[in-house]
């Protein structure tokens, strides 16, 4: 099993950017589509932005579209999500998940485990 490690996150003022990364051990990238999912205090974790195992395709929330761009290096087992123009409701707990199977709208409880995330914060 792929294990993912969240970092990057921070503090950051609105209309600020960030860029986050999600590292993974234990198996390659290569076979799996990657998803960036979030969760804000007292929400439901929420899918941002996917990318196929090539690259090729990538698929975005609309909350966060035109703002944020997925993106991924499976030579160096990395994913990564460029966050630009940021708002203050994007402040949540940042995750990063795989799965062998690249479905957009897929849900958080498809995935069985997660790492600790990465916290974003952005402020008025």
């Known amino acids: 099993q792929v294990q993912l490690v969240e970092s990057g996150g921070g503090l950051v003022q609105a209309g600020g950017s960030l860029r986050l990364s999600c590292a993974a051990s234990g198996h390659t990238l290569r076979s799996y589509a990657m998803y960036w999912f979030r969760q804000a205090p007292g929400k439901e974790r929420e899918l941002i932005a996917a990318i196929s195992w090539s690259g090729v395709s990538t698929s975005y929330a609309d909350s966060v579209m035109g703002r944020f761009t997925i993106s991924r290096d499976n030579a160096k087992n990395m994913m990564y999500l460029q966050m630009n123009s940021l708002k203050p409701e994007d402040t949540a707990v940042y995750y990063c998940?795989?799965?062998?199977?690249?479905?957009?709208?897929?849900?958080?409880?498809?995935?069985?485990?997660w790492g600790q995330g990465t916290q974003v914060t952005v402020s008025s």
């Open positions: 998940a795989a799965d062998p199977t690249y479905t957009w709208g897929t849900s958080y409880r498809n995935f069985p485990s």
